[in-house]
């Protein structure tokens, strides 16, 4: 029969389980809440100096205006992202369907190139340690043209695609390509010996290693890879833009430096730092659904 002690006991940890969960989702919270509140301050103290500076003097609003001017009249910025005012009205709401239409765009190229990179540079990577003939007959020209800046490829891009989409996406693709191969062939170079002979002494095969030990164990080095090339695909994508698309948001930089317009610049540079933002995000987003084996840690 069970002491008195006993019972107490047991009764007393029923609710201790809810209680843990509520601690859980107000920690959560308490996290997001506090990320949330270092975002804004930095963003204010950011602002607020560039601010005092134009109240002071010390920056030309010709040259550097603060953000109450560059976002004070909105649809005067609008009005640059219709194409040649195809729209044909001044209105607020098609000016906004316009830089919405170039934000698109833009995106479109950048996730297109970065996708196809990626996939195809894991790919080569993998391939390269998995066939050495592969390998000795692909990574001497990998290594001979990873060093080119991607803004090389540029002319190469408009002679064999022309003026559209495909040169943009195309120089996307060479900026990431070539990083997400070699930093493939060092994940893989880098997997602890002791996986791949756990996994030779269950009888995994060759193919079976490289798929279920080797791939992934790469996986969470290779996103993160991808996610600070992310910020180089955007600089590739603009320059990409202005030369050799004729649209997105190069273009209006371009337009903007041609017009010695400074608020136009300031404003762009708002966008593409918010759409450069929002994409890391959704990266981070997809790195923790696809790599379902890692805690939020990112440990095994």
């Given at each position: 029969m069970k002491s008195t002690n006993e019972l107490t006991a047991n009764v007393s940890s029923v609710p201790s389980e809810?209680?843990?969960?509520?601690?859980?989702?107000?920690?959560?919270?308490?996290?997001?809440?506090?990320?949330?509140?270092?975002?804004?301050?930095?963003?204010?103290?950011?602002?607020?100096?560039?601010?005092?500076?134009?109240?002071?003097?010390?920056?030309d609003p010709l040259l550097m205006p603060p953000p109450h001017i560059f976002l004070s009249d909105l649809p005067e910025q609008f009005k640059f992202f219709d194409r040649g005012n195809i729209i044909g009205t001044d209105q607020t709401g098609a000016s906004f369907l316009g830089v919405l239409s170039v934000l698109l765009w833009t995106t479109m190229r950048v996730v297109a190139g970065l996708g196809i990179g990626f996939l195809l540079g894991v790919a080569t990577g993998l391939l390269s340690r998995y066939n050495r003939f592969f390998g000795n007959l692909s990574l001497p020209l990998v290594t001979l043209l990873a060093p080119i800046s991607p803004?090389?490829?540029?002319?190469?891009?408009?002679?064999?695609?022309?003026?559209?989409n495909t040169p943009a996406i195309f120089m996307v693709f060479v900026a990431v390509y070539f990083i997400i191969t070699l930093a493939t062939l060092n994940q893989i170079d880098?997997?602890?010996?002791?996986?791949?002979?756990?996994?030779?002494?269950?009888?995994?095969?060759?193919?079976?290693?490289?798929?279920?030990?080797?791939?992934?164990?790469?996986?969470?080095?290779?996103?993160?890879?991808?996610?600070?090339?992310?910020?180089?695909?955007?600089?590739?994508v603009l320059i990409a833009e202005a030369v050799g698309v004729g649209s997105g948001l190069g273009q209006i930089v371009m337009l903007a430096r041609n017009t010695f317009n400074s608020s136009l610049v300031f404003f762009s540079m708002t966008l593409i730092g918010l759409?450069?933002?929002?994409?890391?995000?959704?990266?981070?987003i997809m790195q923790k659904r696809l790599l379902w084996w890692l805690d939020q840690e990112g440990h095994k």
């Amino acid at each position: 029969m069970k002491s008195t002690n006993e019972l107490t006991a047991n009764v007393s940890s029923v609710p201790s389980e809810p209680k843990r969960v509520a601690r859980g989702l107000s920690g959560k919270t308490k996290y997001r809440l506090e990320t949330a509140f270092w975002w804004f301050l930095s963003i204010s103290i950011f602002v607020g100096i560039w601010e005092l500076c134009w109240y002071v003097g010390w920056a030309d609003p010709l040259l550097m205006p603060p953000p109450h001017i560059f976002l004070s009249d909105l649809p005067e910025q609008f009005k640059f992202f219709d194409r040649g005012n195809i729209i044909g009205t001044d209105q607020t709401g098609a000016s906004f369907l316009g830089v919405l239409s170039v934000l698109l765009w833009t995106t479109m190229r950048v996730v297109a190139g970065l996708g196809i990179g990626f996939l195809l540079g894991v790919a080569t990577g993998l391939l390269s340690r998995y066939n050495r003939f592969f390998g000795n007959l692909s990574l001497p020209l990998v290594t001979l043209l990873a060093p080119i800046s991607p803004v090389a490829w540029l002319p190469v891009a408009i002679f064999l695609f022309g003026i559209g989409n495909t040169p943009a996406i195309f120089m996307v693709f060479v900026a990431v390509y070539f990083i997400i191969t070699l930093a493939t062939l060092n994940q893989i170079d880098n997997v602890p010996i002791s996986y791949i002979h756990v996994a030779r002494i269950m009888g995994a095969t060759r193919r079976q290693i490289y798929t279920r030990v080797i791939l992934p164990s790469i996986l969470p080095g290779l996103f993160m890879t991808l996610r600070l090339n992310l910020f180089a695909a955007w600089m590739v994508v603009l320059i990409a833009e202005a030369v050799g698309v004729g649209s997105g948001l190069g273009q209006i930089v371009m337009l903007a430096r041609n017009t010695f317009n400074s608020s136009l610049v300031f404003f762009s540079m708002t966008l593409i730092g918010l759409l450069g933002f929002m994409l890391d995000q959704l990266l981070r987003i997809m790195q923790k659904r696809l790599l379902w084996w890692l805690d939020q840690e990112g440990h095994k």
